[in-house]
């Protein structure tokens, strides 16, 4: 299902449409007020949304009670469903690509100073995109750390978790911080913790 409520990618027409054609798949029996939770859409845009699509045969709208509906997609509403989601789908593939390239210009001062020896700090969805934005290039990834004990000892994507105390010992050039959740506060205190090391510390 398709969550709308976000700061920096205004939904579209389109999008509010593919967000309401997936949640019909998924439960058809889904009243307006959760479908309104689950997209971030107001109970009024919902119920235009789906009188509107009604009268465009992509749902079939049947009464169960006096109060309660259950929606159907119709074959055109799954035609739509799957081109828009295609659309979706390609559009998103095109930021993670250009995600990529930036979280590579913000790298690249580090290879002409020959810090190429990485660590990244932070265990989440962020580094799982520097990771694949390392892919081929020359920098080889030492460590990962985190500072959650949950995640420490575990794999996450081949790589071993380690506390950050283990910069200790690690041999690395570099610290890049792939966390944007507490950016700074970890910027400080691997400031504080890696004085005496020499090692560059990157805020993506």
Not at 46 to 71: F, W
Not at 103 to 116: E, I, M
């Amino acid at each position: 299902m398709l969550i709308l409520d976000n700061h920096y990618f205004k939904p579209t027409t389109k999008l509010r449409t593919l967000a309401l054609l997936e949640a019909v798949a998924s439960d058809g029996r889904m009243s307006q007020q959760d479908m309104g939770g689950h997209t971030a859409m107001s109970i009024a845009m919902v119920n235009q949304y789906i009188r509107d699509m009604d009268a465009r045969n992509l749902i079939l709208c049947e009464p169960v009670n006096g109060k309660s509906y259950r929606y159907t997609l119709t074959e055109d509403g799954h035609r739509m469903r799957r081109e828009f989601f295609g659309q979706y789908c390609a559009e998103i593939v095109q930021s993670y690509t250009i995600l990529k390239n930036m979280v590579q210009d913000q790298l690249a001062p580090l290879l002409g100073n020959d810090r190429t020896k990485l660590a990244l700090y932070g265990a989440s969805e962020t580094c799982e995109v520097v990771l694949s934005s390392l892919t081929g290039s020359a920098f080889t990834v030492v460590a990962l750390l985190d500072s959650d004990p949950a995640k420490q000892g575990k794999f996450f994507h081949g790589h071993l978790v380690s506390p950050p105390e283990a910069l200790s010992w690690i041999e690395c050039d570099a610290v890049v911080i792939t966390s944007f959740g507490r950016q700074e506060e970890i910027y400080q205190r691997l400031t504080r913790q890696t004085a005496s090391q020499q090692l560059e510390i990157v805020r993506l």
